[in-house]
């Protein structure tokens, strides 16, 4: 009697709890846009982890050169001259809990790669940030596109 109690307690858990985290699961896949809207990043699966691309950007033409944007904050020459469209910006990023994945995470904006935090934070929204030893910063981006 006490086995199937415990049981059907169990099951009773387990059922009330399915809808609450279906609702806060999130796929972390998509088309995204940062939280300035100035780029838009495909997060796809790859490799057991996450990767992101950059598929599109606000300013298309770089106005110090009318051409398109280049990597040129990168300190390696040789990456220096590669366009920042199809940029990869996730770096080894694995899953280490529900809706939470760990890695790095390369910032054109200063050349630099930074250990970094992913985390849907809802249906719409994913949190991205970088750590610099302790301190962390981040912004939400924008579910536009599965």
Do not use: H
Request: hydrophobic share 35%; with cysteine; glycine share 14%.
């Amino acid at each position: 009697m006490k086995f199937r109690f415990a049981v059907m307690i169990a099951t009773l858990g387990v059922l009330l709890a399915g809808p609450a985290a279906t609702a806060q699961s999130g796929e972390p896949t998509g088309i995204w846009e940062t939280q300035a809207g100035d780029a838009r990043v495909r997060v796809s699966k790859c490799g057991g982890g996450l990767c992101a691309t950059v598929m599109s950007l606000r300013e298309k033409i770089d106005p110090k050169t009318g051409k398109p944007p280049i990597d040129d904050k990168n300190p390696d020459p040789a990456r220096a001259t590669r366009p920042i469209i199809g940029l990869g910006l996730f770096i080894d990023m694995r899953q280490v809990g529900p809706n939470k994945w760990s890695g790095q995470i390369y910032n054109a904006d200063d050349g630099k790669t930074y250990v970094s935090n992913v985390a849907v934070a809802g249906p719409d929204t994913l949190r991205v940030e970088g750590c610099v030893g302790a301190f962390c910063g981040g912004e939400n981006w924008t579910r536009i596109g599965r």
